[in-house]
C-alpha cells in the first residue's frame, strides 16, 4: 500500500505511531416534524435548559482538569446557548414554521457563514462553537445523550473533519495517541484544549480523504506531518527519533518531579510559593500530588452552585474544614462568594444587566446580602482551627469596601465567642486586585490587608476595555500585557511597604513567558491549575 503524506500544523509538540481512528460522528441531520409553534417553542426551552447543563459539566471538567482558560470556552458556549440574537432568530424560523431542529440548524448555517465570509481567522475560527451548540441542541431535541463513537481495544490516532471544543475534551486521553483534522487553526479553541490536554495534534491538513479505519500512520507534530501507510525503513527512523524525543521529555519531566518538593528559588534566590487554584474538595489530592504549597485561591463558589438553595454555614463549614484537614497546615486562601457577571446563580434572583461585568457582582452582593456573606464568614472562621486559612475579598475597588467587610468579619467573631465556638483570631484577610481602581489605590488598600492576589483575567479585560467571554475580541487580552505588568509592579511595590506580600492567581500566573518579569517584581506567588504546577515551579527555577 502506497504512502500517504499529510501536512498541517503542528500543535502540542509530540512523536506517535499508530492505527488510524475516523471519528465519523460529523453534524447532526435536523430530520423533525413541526408540532405546531408552541409545542416546538417549548421543546426548544427544554433542550436549551439540558443543553446549559451538558455545558457547564464541561466546564467544571476542564476547570478541575484543564485551567481557567481552557474552561472558559465553554462560558462562551453557554453564552452563545442563552445570546438573545442567535435564539431570537431560532424562534423566528420556528414562528415560520420550522421544526425546533430545523430552526437551530439554518440559523446556526447563516452564523457560520457569516463569521467565515468576514476574512478573519479568528472570528471564521468561532463557526466551529456556533456549529458545536448546534449539534449539541439538534442532538437533545432529537433525543440523543451523546455521540456514540465506539471502541477500540488499541490505542490510536483520531482523524477527523474537524473537532469541536466539546469532542476534544471528552476524548479518553488514556485511548487517544494523538488526532489529525482537515481544518482547524492554531488559534482554534479546539488546538488551545489540545494544548492544555497535551494531545499531540495536527490541524489544517486540508483533507482526510483516503486514510481509512486500521491505517498505520506516523504523527509528527513538531513538523507538522503524518505519513500512513509508511515503508518499514520510515517506520524505523521515525520510532528512532520518538525514542529521542520522549527521553528528552522524559527527562524533563523527571527534572520537574525532582523539584517538586523542594521550596521555587530563583538563581538569584528569590523564593516563589507555588500555590494551586482549585475549585472543589476533589482537587485538593491532585494539587498535593503535584507539588502545591498551598491553595492560592479556592473558589467557594462551587458550593453555591448546582442547587436550588443557599448552602447552610454547617454545610460551608463542613466542606471548608475537609479541605484545610488535607491541606495538612499549608495555606488555604478561600475567596469569599464571586457571584453575579458570568457567574450567575437562579436562586440569588440578580437583575438582569446591560453589562454585568461592570455590575453587581462579588464583594458588591455580598455587603448587600449581609446575612448571606456573614454565614460564609462565620464557617471560614470555624475551619480556621483545623488549618492555616485565610480570606480574600474579590472585586474590591475602595477602602470604605475593606472596612465594610472587616466589621463584618468582627461581628462574626463576637457571635462565635458567645457560642464557645473557636477560631484562628489573627486570620489573614487579604484582597483581589482585578481592577485598576485597586491597582491605583494599592498604597492606600495595602495599610489594610495582609496580601493581594492579583486577578488578571478581570484585571486586563478591565485594564485594556476588552470582554474577555468575546469571542471577537478575547485575542486582544493575549497581545497587551504591558499595561496590566505596570500594575502589577505598581501592587507588589505597596503590599511590601507595608510589610505585606502578593500572588498572582490568573492566566499570567501560568505563562511562562512572564514568569521572569512577575519574578522580576517581586511576586511571591504563583497560584496555577493544577495541571501548570509543575511547569511553572520549574520555569521559576531557571529564572534569573
Known amino acids: 500500500m502506497a504512502e500517504k503524506v499529510y501536512k498541517g500544523t503542528g500543535i502540542s509538540n509530540g512523536k506517535v505511531s499508530g492505527k488510524i481512528r475516523i471519528f465519523k460522528s460529523g453534524g447532526q441531520a435536523a430530520r423533525g416534524i413541526y408540532r405546531g409553534k408552541a409545542q416546538e417553542l417549548r421543546r426548544l426551552d427544554n433542550a436549551r435548559a439540558l443543553a446549559l447543563e451538558q455545558i457547564r459539566a464541561l466546564e467544571k471538567k476542564a476547570l478541575a482538569t484543564l485551567g481557567e482558560k481552557e474552561a472558559q470556552i465553554f462560558e462562551i458556549h453557554a453564552m452563545l446557548v442563552e445570546d438573545e440574537d442567535f435564539m431570537g432568530s431560532v424562534i423566528e424560523e420556528i414562528n415560520g414554521g420550522k421544526c425546533a431542529e430545523e430552526a437551530v440548524e439554518i440559523t446556526a448555517r447563516g452564523y457560520g457563514e457569516m463569521l467565515g465570509s468576514l476574512g478573519d481567522e479568528y472570528l471564521a475560527e468561532r463557526k466551529t462553537d456556533i456549529m458545536d451548540i448546534s449539534n449539541q441542541l439538534i442532538r437533545i431535541l432529537q433525543g440523543g445523550v451523546s455521540q456514540n463513537e465506539g471502541e477500540m481495544d488499541e490505542k490510536y490516532i483520531l482523524v477527523a473533519l474537524d473537532l469541536t471544543p466539546s469532542q476534544t475534551v471528552q476524548l479518553d486521553a488514556d485511548k487517544i495517541l494523538g488526532f489529525v483534522t482537515a481544518e482547524g487553526t492554531p488559534s482554534s479553541h479546539t488546538a488551545i484544549l489540545a494544548r492544555a490536554m497535551g494531545i499531540p495534534a495536527l490541524v489544517g491538513v486540508g483533507t482526510v480523504d483516503g486514510l481509512n479505519d486500521g491505517d498505520f500512520a506516523l504523527l509528527n507534530a513538531e513538523k507538522g506531518v503524518l505519513v500512513a501507510c509508511p515503508s518499514e525503513k520510515e517506520i524505523k527512523e521515525f520510532e528512532k527519533e520518538k525514542s529521542a524525543f520522549n527521553k528528552i521529555a522524559k527527562e524533563h519531566e523527571m527534572y520537574l518531579r525532582s523539584v517538586m518538593n523542594k521550596p521555587a528559588v530563583t538563581r538569584g534566590g528569590h523564593r516563589v510559593m507555588i500555590y494551586a487554584n482549585i475549585g472543589s474538595e476533589g482537587e485538593v489530592s491532585p494539587a ?3 507539588g502545591a504549597e498551598g491553595i492560592g ?10 442547587r436550588d438553595t443557599y448552602p ?10 475537609e479541605i484545610a484537614v488535607k491541606m495538612q497546615g499549608k ?7 464571586d457571584v453575579g457577571a ?4 437562579p436562586y440569588f ?9 461592570l ?3 462579588a464583594i458588591r452582593v455580598c455587603l448587600d446580602r449581609e446575612d448571606v456573606f456573614k454565614a460564609q464568614l462565620r464557617a471560614i472562621l470555624r475551619a480556621s482551627v483545623f488549618g492555616h486559612v485565610a480570606i480574600m475579598l474579590p472585586m474590591v475597588i475602595s477602602l470604605d469596601e475593606i472596612e465594610k467587610s472587616k466589621e463584618l468579619l468582627e461581628e462574626c467573631k463576637r457571635e462565635l465567642l458567645t457560642q464557645g465556638q473557636s477560631f484562628d483570631s489573627k486570620i489573614e484577610v487579604g484582597i483581589m486586585i482585578e481592577t485598576p481602581a485597586a491597582a491605583l489605590m494599592s498604597h492606600s488598600l495595602a495599610k489594610e490587608v495582609d496580601f493581594f492576589s492579583v486577578g488578571t483575567n478581570d484585571l486586563t479585560q478591565y485594564t485594556i476595555a476588552v470582554d474577555r467571554q468575546n469571542p471577537n475580541v478575547a485575542h486582544l487580552c493575549e497581545k497587551n500585557t504591558e499595561p496590566v505588568m505596570r500594575l502589577i509592579k505598581m501592587s507588589s511595590e505597596a ?8 500572588g498572582v492567581c490568573g492566566e499570567m500566573a501560568a505563562d511562562l513567558s512572564l514568569t521572569q518579569q512577575l519574578v522580576n517584581m517581586g511576586v511571591d506567588e504563583l497560584s496555577v491549575s493544577v495541571p501548570y504546577l509543575l511547569g511553572v515551579r520549574g520555569k521559576v527555577s531557571e529564572c534569573r
Open 312 to 321: 447552610t454555614e454547617e454545610e460551608l463549614f463542613s466542606s471548608y474544614k
Open 288 to 290: 498535593l500530588s503535584n
Open 342 to 345: 458570568d457567574k450567575q446563580i
Open 349 to 357: 434572583n440578580l437583575p438582569r444587566e446591560e453589562n454585568p461585568a
Open 359 to 361: 455590575g453587581y457582582r
Open 495 to 502: 503590599i511590601h511597604q507595608e510589610g505585606g506580600w502578593i
Open 331 to 337: 495555606r488555604v486562601i478561600i475567596r469569599t462568594l
Open 297 to 306: 485561591l479556592l473558589r467557594s463558589e462551587f458550593l453555591y452552585l448546582s
